[in-house]
């Protein structure tokens, strides 16, 4: 059966990749995109018409997927998610700098709507499998920063990677991270998440990168994450979708759950 799919979030640069993506992919069915900047219109990909609007409603009441990817702004997801949720529509987000409330409310939506919905804060299999490792080294190491890197265009900092990476590591440790006294207190120290130091970095030239670097008597230990291209998302986006689209009732926070990790 074809997953009917529409994006929110489409003239984005990942709107337009994971648009790409859906019309490669023989299983689904791009049906419209959604885009604040949209006028209600068509947008041709390849040889096809992709129906765009700016409304979600309209978009939703108009091609009725089975999947609204939402890759837009942190703001403009509860809204999105109430009139995805209400029209029965499963979620897949990737937006990042939702907030603890914001992430209960989805899972309430899940639940009362029996849709399902995932929130990734980074779809390349690569990052996920650095966050496993910074686990793993968490464990074992009382020391630890993160560096991430971002192109200028980025609207959330510290990164939604960064901030999901330190929750891991401190979950995995049965004591709290080691930190110079006082230090934490200077700004280019980087703000503290779960008692690790995130360092945010915005230039043209990067698309996503992230360090994670564990500190130990006479050693370091440095876990490297580069995204060079926005194709990099996109088998974690399509695995997305095929799985959300049957798990109803389902809130799902992460990618390495339906890795198996
Ligand atoms: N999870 C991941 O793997 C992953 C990967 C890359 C980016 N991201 C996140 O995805 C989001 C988008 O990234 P991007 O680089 O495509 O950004 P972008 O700025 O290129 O695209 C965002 C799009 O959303 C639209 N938008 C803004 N407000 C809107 C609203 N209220 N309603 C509808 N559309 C609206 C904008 O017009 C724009 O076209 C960011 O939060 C980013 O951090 C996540
Ligand atoms: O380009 C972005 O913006 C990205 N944001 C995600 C994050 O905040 O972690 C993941 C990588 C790309």
Redesign the pocket.
Known sequence: MTIKVGV??????????VMKAVIAAPDLSLVGG?????KDSSLMIGSIYVPLS?D?RKLLDKTKPDILV???????VP??AEIAAKAGVSIV?????LNPQVLSRLEELAKEHRIGIMV?????LG?VIMMELAKTAAKYLDWAEIIEL??E????AP???SIATARGMAAAREKPFESPAGEIEHKSRGEEFYGVPIHSVRLPGLV?HQEVIFGALGQTLTIRHD?TS?ES?MP??LLAIREMASRKGEFIFG?DKLLGF
């Open positions: 929110q979030g489409a003239l984005g640069q990942m709107g337009q990749e959604c885009d604040v900047k949209a700016a979600p939402d890759f837009s702004l942190a703001t403009a809204q999105t987000i990737g937006t990042t700098g990734a804060p980074n779809f390349a990052a971002h192109h265009k980025k609207a959330d990164s939604g990677t996503a995204t926005r998302f974690g986006v990618l």
